[in-house]
């Protein structure tokens, strides 16, 4: 019997017969935007129990990275969307990274990540982020501001991700100078990957590892200052346990990059 042609079209649900509804457009994706990054080491016994293996505890275990970012992002097959809707394409996010390494390869692992919008949300999905939705602030300095002003010693940004009623988390960064690239940390992403069978909750119908394929990475107007992290006890939620035991410092600075898809390096099935 011959097999017939498929008639919905698409790269994530829903399917339709233009493919234009989609919540999910094929990358490559565009990024751009404005990231505070706050460094902390955690308890290293919490830390390793959220690495899942053959990923390893990094270099320097219980590094871990706090990120509020404001992003826009497009896809190569409608890259002027941020014209014709704009709100499909800036949205905010809070994540935490886990320094860990796969065969020697230092990278990080994102056990919780909280954002504002439904594409990301199921873009996370389709990479291998944990996304929740939430909502997310932080502060927005503006040179011409008197009583607030831009990006200078002494300026103070704070973020806030709240969701189902509860403040999750809270940081807050100020500037005491400016900074190189250099100084940044180097982030590279392992993602886990998992998708539950529909007929077998206990054997998931996906479970592997995969890197994050990223390029054209290019930062400006850094920012180094003093930082300082709060997680909060929560109904529903662990991220508590990651409390920082040391502040290692924080950055704010403009970020673009390119995410072209992934590279599955490990399955569990």
């Not at 100020?174 to 993602?191: D, K």
């Not at 939620?237 to 040391?246: G, Y």
Request: some cysteine; proline content about 9%; aromatic content about 12%.
């Amino acid at each position: 019997m011959a097999s017939e042609v498929f008639p919905l079209k698409g790269y994530t649900l829903p399917l339709t017969p233009k493919g234009r509804s989609s919540i999910v457009e094929p990358p490559p994706w565009y990024y751009g935007g404005e990231v505070m990054q706050l460094v902390f080491r955690t308890n290293k016994k919490r830390a390793k129990e959220l690495i899942p293996p053959p990923l390893e505890i990094g270099p320097e275990p219980g590094k871990a990275i706090l990120w509020f970012v404001e992003w826009v992002s497009v896809s190569e097959s409608n890259p002027d969307l941020s014209f014709i809707n704009p709100e499909r394409t800036v949205y905010r996010e809070c994540l935490i990274m886990i320094q860990c390494s796969y065969r020697g390869e230092p990278g990080y692992i994102v056990p919780y990540i909280w954002v504002d919008n439904d594409f990301t949300l199921v873009r996370g999905f389709v990479q291998g982020f944990p996304k929740k939705l939430a909502r997310i602030y932080r502060t927005k300095l503006a040179d011409l501001n008197p009583k607030i002003g831009g990006r200078r010693v002494g300026a103070k940004m704070k973020g806030i991700c709240e969701a189902h009623g509860e403040r999750i988390v809270e940081g807050s960064l100020v500037f005491t100078r400016q900074a190189a690239p250099s100084e940044l940390p180097p982030v590279r992403f392992y993602l886990l990957r998992h998708f539950p069978n529909i007929e077998d909750p206990s054997k998931p119908a996906i479970h592997e590892l995969a890197i994050s394929e990223v390029s054209d990475i290019r930062v400006a107007d850094i920012w180094a200052g003093d930082a300082d992290i709060k997680f909060f006890e929560s109904a529903v939620e662990e991220v508590a346990a990651l409390a920082p035991v040391e502040m290692l410092g924080g950055f704010f600075h403009d970020m673009g990059l390119t995410i072209t898809g992934g590279k599955v390096i490990y399955k569990y099935q």
